[in-house]
């Protein structure tokens, strides 16, 4: 459960900050975000613990250099929330490993990832009513947003499978 909810956040987090470039027209800035989230999805199949501090200094400065000059900062914020996110749960999910077995994993691992998904929907809901306010709402945008809820909504569905 962690391992998926920590590739999708490093897949959202690259995917919002390449799009955010190649919509401002910096192309090549943009396959260098992609080659890096590639990067960082190998640093965690090869378990190389030294790379998600650099992976997540580096999406935090392209967010704010991407807002800085004036880029779309709906997919500047989704890219350091989600960059927040995958740093978090791959932390998370080396806490979890020294823990007894008679602790409830599981049942962390859940309000770990419901605790993130409350926060993060409510800053997303927060930039998508101030890009409305500031008539930068895009129809990609809203796919995205489309997305992230059919995503929300999967998960909240295995969870009440189980």
Same mark, same amino acid.
């Given at each position: 459960?962690?391992?998926?909810? $920590?590739?999708?956040?490093?897949?959202?987090? #690259? =995917?919002?900050?390449?799009?955010?470039? *190649?919509?401002? /027209?910096?192309?090549?800035?943009?396959?260098?975000?992609? @080659?890096?989230? @590639?990067?960082?999805? @190998?640093?965690? *199949?090869?378990?190389?613990? *030294?790379?998600? =501090?650099?992976?997540?200094?580096?999406? $935090?400065?392209? &967010?704010?250099? /991407? @807002? *800085?000059?004036?880029?779309?900062?709906?997919?500047?914020?989704?890219? &350091?929330?989600?960059? $927040?996110?995958?740093?978090?749960?791959?932390?998370?999910?080396?806490?979890?490993?020294?823990?007894?077995?008679?602790?409830?994993?599981?049942?962390? =691992? !859940? !309000?770990r990832i419901l605790r993130i998904s409350v926060s993060t929907g409510l800053g997303l809901?927060?930039? #998508?009513?101030?890009? $409305?306010?500031? /008539?930068?709402? #895009? %129809?990609?945008?809203?796919l995205f947003l489309i997305v992230v809820a059919l995503i929300v909504c999967a998960q909240?569905?295995?969870?009440?499978? %189980?």
């Open positions: 459960m962690i391992r998926a909810a $920590l590739v999708a956040s490093i897949f959202v987090s #690259t =995917a919002s900050l390449a799009r955010g470039y *190649w919509i401002a /027209g910096y192309h090549d800035a943009a396959r260098a975000i992609v @080659v890096c989230g @590639v990067v960082w999805f @190998v640093s965690h *199949w090869r378990k190389w613990r *030294w790379f998600p =501090a650099p992976a997540i200094l580096c999406c $935090l400065l392209l &967010a704010a250099f /991407g @807002v *800085w000059f004036g880029f779309h900062y709906g997919w500047m914020f989704s890219g &350091a929330a989600f960059a $927040l996110i995958a740093y978090d749960l791959g932390e998370f999910q080396s806490q979890i490993k020294a823990l007894p077995i008679r602790e409830d994993i599981p049942g962390r =691992a !859940r !309000r809901a927060l930039a #998508t009513l101030l890009m $409305l306010y500031r /008539g930068q709402f #895009t %129809r990609d945008w809203g909240i569905f295995a969870w009440l499978k %189980r």
